[in-house]
């Protein structure tokens, strides 16, 4: 009887195991691959909108929010975060609004779209993340601008994209070049190559080195809660949220920002799909191969005192073979609102030819 128990708990114990290390191993790959999005096929094609509502339907369930600026060529506004809308226009694009239209959107899972999870129910690790990535993932936002383009009736997308949002459009263009007019990529993430190859862009790392000696153990206890993956099904999208407005206060703080003066507002922080966000792209992954075959013209912004460092934006630079590189001084990672006439020069500069 002790025999068949030991052996009933050993087999347990090696299954937790089995599933523990496959869980682990998991979590490191990459659930999205450059052209899973292309190929979807009739999914792609978004529903009827309604012509009372104010929102773009992308796919049943899932509504967007979004506002435009501007009159002409129609440009795409990309946001970053992972989850950090824009509730207003950027600064520095001000200037162009006789030109162009301007398009800003919550991506799906922020702001005021929709978020489609709440909470899991389900105990099975493996099908909470392939839920949580087809529902808010890479593939999902990667999708979004696709249906996107196909509302708005452009056979080609002019792009802008800011930090994530930058990676976004900028694995967009993998997917769908023929799309693409141009791409312009401000500070776009230091997320094209997991781990990354410039370790003082490690976003996380480069926080707490800022922040004064005695927070950083209360930023180390936090980071031990915020990246642990082994109890994040247990929590809800508020959780979650609470989560990320705590990450962007910590940010916020050694950036020694005016709030009100120099920070542009954003709409409410992303739950869910941050971490769908890291879910889909995993620690172990290198995306500019995807990026070497899009000639379409690129230009890469990077702040000259942007936390993130021009070697890690100038990633994007060296990965596609038609870019341009414009260092801004004086800016940080939104260039857009600490130098907008620059900004804006640069801008108009590169779109010239692009508004008929």
Same mark, same amino acid.
């Given at each position: 009887?002790?025999?068949?128990?030991?052996?009933?708990?050993?087999?347990?114990?090696?299954?937790?195991?089995?599933?523990?290390?496959? *869980?682990?191993?998991?979590?490191?790959?990459?659930?999205?691959?450059?052209?899973?999005?292309?190929?979807?096929?009739?999914?792609?094609?978004?529903?009827?909108?309604?012509?009372?509502?104010?929102?773009? =339907?992308?796919?049943?369930?899932?509504?967007?929010?979004?506002?435009?600026?501007?009159?002409?060529?129609?440009?795409?506004?990309?946001?970053?975060?992972?989850?950090?809308?824009?509730?207003?226009?950027?600064?520095?694009? +001000?200037?162009?609004?006789?030109?162009?239209?301007?398009?800003?959107?919550?991506?799906?899972?922020?702001? +005021?779209?929709?978020?489609?999870?709440?909470?899991?129910?389900?105990?099975?690790?493996? +099908?909470?993340?392939?839920?949580? #990535?087809?529902?808010?993932? !890479?593939?999902?936002?990667?999708?979004?601008?696709?249906?996107?383009?196909?509302?708005?009736?452009?056979?080609?997308?002019?792009?802008?994209?800011?930090?994530?949002?930058?990676?976004? $459009?900028?694995?967009?263009?993998?997917?769908?070049?023929?799309?693409?007019?141009? !791409?312009?990529?401000?500070?776009?993430?230091?997320? !094209?190559?997991?781990?990354?190859?410039?370790?003082?862009? @490690? =976003? %996380?790392?480069?926080?707490?080195?800022? =922040?004064?000696?005695?927070?950083?153990?209360?930023?180390?206890?936090?980071?031990?809660?915020?990246?642990? *993956?082994?109890?994040?099904?247990?929590?809800?999208?508020?959780?979650?949220? $609470?989560?990320?407005?705590? %990450?962007?206060?910590?940010?916020?703080?050694?950036?020694?920002?005016?709030? +009100?003066?120099?920070?542009?507002?954003?709409?409410?922080?992303?739950?869910?799909?941050?971490?769908?966000?890291?879910?889909?792209?995993?620690?172990?992954?290198?995306?500019?191969?995807?990026?070497?075959?899009? #000639?379409?013209?690129?230009?890469?912004?990077?702040?000259? @005192?942007? !936390?993130?460092?021009?070697?890690?934006?100038?990633?994007?630079?060296?990965?596609?073979?038609?870019?341009?590189?414009?260092?801004?001084?004086?800016?940080?990672?939104?260039?857009?609102?600490?130098?907008?006439?620059? %900004? $804006?020069?640069?801008?108009?500069? *590169?779109? $010239?030819?692009?508004?008929?």
């Amino acid at each position: 009887m002790k025999k068949n128990l030991f052996a009933i708990i050993g087999g347990i114990i090696l299954v937790l195991i089995i599933s523990t290390g496959a *869980f682990w191993y998991m979590s490191t790959q990459p659930l999205y691959k450059p052209g899973m999005v292309r190929d979807m096929g009739a999914a792609l094609t978004p529903p009827a909108q309604s012509a009372e509502s104010e929102r773009w =339907l992308v796919e049943p369930g899932i509504e967007l929010a979004h506002f435009s600026v501007g009159e002409g060529r129609h440009v795409l506004i990309v946001h970053g975060g992972p989850g950090q809308p824009f509730v207003q226009p950027m600064s520095g694009l +001000e200037p162009l609004t006789s030109e162009f239209q301007f398009h800003y959107y919550d991506q799906r899972g922020c702001g +005021e779209s929709t978020r489609p999870i709440d909470r899991f129910e389900s105990q099975n690790m493996y +099908e909470n993340m392939t839920t949580l #990535d087809r529902k808010l993932g !890479l593939g999902a936002q990667i999708a979004d601008i696709e249906r996107i383009r196909r509302i708005l009736g452009d056979e080609k997308l002019i792009l802008i994209g800011h930090s994530w949002g930058g990676f976004l $459009a900028a694995l967009y263009a993998a997917e769908f070049p023929e799309h693409v007019e141009a !791409l312009i990529l401000v500070s776009p993430a230091n997320t !094209l190559v997991m781990p990354q190859p410039d370790a003082e862009s @490690d =976003l %996380f790392a480069a926080v707490r080195a800022k =922040l004064p000696l005695e927070e950083q153990a209360e930023f180390d206890v936090f980071m031990q809660e915020y990246m642990n *993956f082994n109890t994040l099904f247990q929590k809800s999208e508020a959780d979650l949220v $609470a989560m990320n407005e705590q %990450f962007g206060n910590y940010y916020l703080k050694i950036m020694d920002v005016d709030m +009100e003066a120099e920070w542009p507002e954003q709409g409410k922080p992303g739950g869910w799909m941050v971490w769908a966000g890291y879910v889909s792209m995993g620690q172990r992954h290198d995306y500019r191969a995807a990026l070497r075959e899009i #000639d379409v013209p690129v230009l890469v912004i990077h702040g000259a @005192d942007d !936390l993130q460092s021009e070697a890690a934006t100038r990633l994007y630079v060296d990965a596609f073979p038609n870019a341009k590189f414009a260092v801004i001084d004086h800016a940080s990672h939104a260039s857009f609102e600490d130098q907008p006439e620059q %900004f $804006a020069a640069i801008v108009k500069s *590169f779109l $010239a030819g692009y508004s008929e």
